[in-house]
């Protein structure tokens, strides 16, 4: 009972010590729960433990868990690689969109973000891991990118995402998320008004906010470990001291 409550608590303890360490104000970091392969109970659950923004990878499975809690007021992140046939259903269903890496995407978002809602709040994501990893823009076309998002008219850019590849080499965690901090102090130092870095999952947050970090966004240190059939989570969070 309460284990998500719970873990949405020791994840913030983690992110207010990081933070700490790191001489930043912890509310500068806000957590996006990433809820994928979790039954919409849980979504609920953590809603009722005060968390409202959660992250989602696939666009089929995202409209399911919306439409069971419609009645909540919460924002929905698309955090996985966008096919530019799913386009027009993540411009009407979702708040933001972290996973844009080509003109196409971002284009084809724009033109299916209805003039009633909200601009669509996007992210563009880098890749910080070079050759190992195969999502996101290359750090040296992301200048061109960023000024077509910021251009078009139902698009809202508002920062950075990057998902470096996985590893306990503390050292390498922060090389690679100082890429992403790195491009995009240069993008703000171009004149776009960004205010958002999603970095640091529930294996290295602490590495991204040393960073700089604005948004965490955790799944398995929330709900417990995926691919369980959607067992509910009783206290099995990662510990991390
Ligand atoms: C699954 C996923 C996460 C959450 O990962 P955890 O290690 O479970 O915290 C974060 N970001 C993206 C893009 C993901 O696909």
């Not at 500068?28 to 039954?39: D, F, G, I």
């Not at 409209?63 to 007021?73: D, E, F, H, T």
């Not at 009633?116 to 990118?145: F, M």
């Amino acid at each position: 009972m309460g284990a998500i409550r719970a873990n949405l608590q020791a994840v913030s303890a983690r992110i207010a010590r990081a933070a700490q360490a790191a001489g930043r104000d912890p509310h500068t970091v806000r957590v996006l729960a990433v809820s994928k392969m979790h039954p919409a109970a849980h979504v609920d659950e953590a809603y009722h433990a005060g968390q409202i923004a959660f992250g989602e990878n696939y666009v089929q499975e995202a409209l399911g868990k919306m439409q069971a809690l419609a009645r909540l007021p919460l924002e929905w992140h698309l955090i996985g690689p966008l096919q530019s046939n799913k386009a027009r259903l993540a411009a009407e269903r979702f708040a933001w969109v972290q996973s844009v890496a080509s003109e196409r995407v971002a284009r084809r978002l724009s033109e299916n973000r209805s003039a009633e809602q909200a601009p669509l709040n996007v992210l563009v994501q880098v890749n910080v891991s070079g050759e190992t990893s195969k999502s996101g823009v290359a750090p040296a076309a992301l200048p061109a990118l960023a000024h077509v998002v910021a251009g078009l008219p139902r698009l809202r850019l508002r920062g950075l995402m990057a998902i470096p590849e996985p590893t306990a080499d503390i050292a390498l965690q922060r090389a690679r998320f100082g890429v992403a901090r790195r491009c995009y102090d240069a993008l703000a130092g171009e004149g776009l008004a960004l205010d958002t870095l999603s970095l640091g999952m529930s294996d290295d947050l602490e590495a991204a906010i040393a960073e700089g970090s604005t948004m965490v966004r955790i799944g398995t240190a929330i709900f417990g470990p995926r691919g369980t059939g959607g067992a509910h989570p009783d206290g099995v969070a990662k510990t991390h001291s």
